[in-house]
């Protein structure tokens, strides 16, 4: 008869999840036993670097992915990351190790986790630890359901040790569960919002990415002549940032996001919250133009304060809207303003180096960024291209995302060059996914911009005439080092010379190859 084990193989194999993201434990040797030649097993150092490699995974390839974490502390490692996944709309599985069950019950058992499944909670959409053994093959399958059913997001399935060589019967596969287009009565009261409005905007969130539809939101907002913006904090670029209709980035706070607005008689916010804010600094005292939010998020429509919220999934929503819509004769808004090009100096002002990668990064290539202090910065100088995927950012706040990150899309996408820009603090936090890239032999490039500080707290700290506060500066930290000893290529640069050939060399090369890059530590106001 067949195993746990057996069934569930066969289960991945039938729903593409034969790519495994891990760090393993003794508690998953009954999952990962004859581990088969057509499963594919990423190895990372830290389970939090797991789950971020295979987050980016999941997020270029679009596919669902596994993630396999050890028991208890294994997974509170990993959990950083969960809670990414979830703000991420991550279709990801979470299949954790549990202690035997004949253990579980009698008293304290090395590796047990107690309420295993609600360890995760609430950053998953659903979780459980099957009652039997034999209900193991179907609790991953309802995961794997729960994970691709819009909106998206991290599951969690708790496995005792000795389940996977307990009998279990086949199970039939069913297909995901697909996308919805918005209610017909909604969807004509917002096309003639639309028609009739004089100066239309709309606002990208990371779902219109996710969903594949940039294509489609260009061509309903060059059917209606409107201003596009990008949500505040969004963790996905979901327009083209050098198209002429792009307007630029809405700032996480409320002042600054209603001014930005504020020349607009009608805003159209598909897929992203109505607002994400990060600082406080007083109410806005001019009101929002007519909202109207397009999201398969019932919670999400449910928090906006205001606005007409329409519940569907972007990219049936955006086609059906330009379907009906009437091709706008108004004035296009004029194209958003960029600074000219920086010159070179030392030590090295940040704007200098993003206005190198713009030149030359290919078009199509995976921006990966996770640099708090420099975000305006990149965004002024080194505009995302692509219209699939071309940027990969954190939504979550939770440092230590775009280091693995770069790995797993490099392994999702292996097409197209990946380019991680890190900031040293954060880089040190999955530092250890350096050596999964020289082990899977990925063709990234990470630069890491050295300014020796914690740049974002100490400027959010000083910003209100507050004095300075310990625990933010670094320094120190040879990251040329760092990544020779885990297998990458370096170079080390410090002046204006040295970027241009290192950056050169480092994009013509196959391996992984890591730029340290002195920066001058005069940080830019955040917001």
């Keep these: 008869m067949s195993t746990v084990r057996d069934v569930t193989r066969d289960l991945l194999r039938r729903l593409d999840l034969t790519t495994v993201f891990g760090n393993p434990g003794t508690t998953e040797i009954g999952f990962l036993r004859d581990f088969p030649e057509d499963f594919r097993y990423v190895l990372g150092l830290q389970e939090s670097v797991a789950v971020a490699m295979a987050d980016a995974y999941a997020q270029v390839s679009g596919k669902a992915v596994l993630v396999n974490l050890h028991s208890a502390g294994g997974v509170g490692h990993g959990l950083g990351h969960v809670y990414t996944a979830y703000r ?16 579980l019950q009698p008293g304290e058992a090395f590796l047990a986790a107690d309420d295993a499944a609600l360890f995760p909670r609430p950053y998953v959409k659903w979780s459980c630890e099957p009652a039997r053994a034999a209900d193991v093959p179907a609790a991953i399958a309802r995961a794997y359901h729960v994970s691709t059913q819009p909106p998206y997001g991290p599951t969690f399935v708790s496995v005792p040790a000795d389940d996977w060589d307990a009998p279990a019967d086949p199970l039939p596969v069913r297909p995901r569960i697909g996308g919805y287009a918005p209610d017909p009565d909604a969807l004509a009261e917002l096309v003639a919002a ?26 309903l907002a060059q059917r209606c002549r409107a201003g596009v913006w990008a949500s505040p904090m969004s963790p996905r670029s979901s327009f083209p940032e050098d198209h002429p209709l792009f307007q630029g980035f809405l700032q996480p706070e409320e002042r600054a996001t209603a001014e930005a607005l504020a020349g607009h008689d009608l805003v159209l916010v598909l897929g992203a919250p109505v607002f994400t804010y990060h600082v406080f600094r007083g109410r806005n005292p001019v009101p929002l133009p007519p909202l109207y939010l397009i999201s398969e998020d019932e919670q999400l429509l449910a928090r906006a304060q205001t606005g007409v919220g329409i519940r569907a999934t972007v990219r049936a929503a955006v086609r059906a809207l330009t379907a009906a819509v009437a091709p706008a004769d108004r004035a296009a808004p004029p194209p958003m303003a960029r600074p000219p090009r920086p010159p070179g100096r030392s030590p090295l002002p940040v704007s200098y180096v993003f206005a190198e990668l713009a030149e030359q990064l290919p078009r199509d290539a995976i921006l990966v960024e996770e640099v708090p202090s420099h975000l305006n910065v990149r965004r002024a100088h080194l505009p995302v291209r692509a219209t699939r995927t071309g940027l990969l950012s954190t939504a979550s706040g939770t440092l230590g995302y775009g280091l693995p990150a770069a790995v797993g899309a490099a392994l999702g996408c292996p097409d197209r060059r990946v380019v991680a820009v890190l900031g040293d603090g954060s880089s040190m936090y999955g530092i ?26 100490r400027i959010l700290a000083e910003s209100d005439g507050g004095a300075k506060m310990p625990g933010v500066e670094l320094g120190g930290i040879d990251f040329v080092a760092l990544a020779a000893g885990m297998g990458c290529a370096t170079h080390y640069v410090e002046h204006p010379d040295e970027l241009r050939a290192a950056l050169a060399k480092a994009l013509a090369d196959d391996r992984p190859t890591l ?7 005069d940080p830019h106001p955040l917001y």
């Design 88 to 103: 991420h709309r991550t279709p990801m599985i979470v299949v954790a190790g549990q202690q035997v069950r004949s253990l």
């Design 194 to 219: 639309l028609d009739a409005s004089a100066r239309p905007a709309i606002v990208v969130g990371p779902a219109v990415d996710g969903d594949g539809a940039v294509p489609d939101v260009v061509a």
């Design 432 to 457: 250890q996914a350096l050596w999964t890239a020289a082990r899977e032999n990925v063709p990234v490039t990470f630069v890491i911009l050295d300014n020796a500080q914690y740049a974002a707290v």
């Design 515 to 521: 730029l340290h890059v002195r920066v001058d530590p």
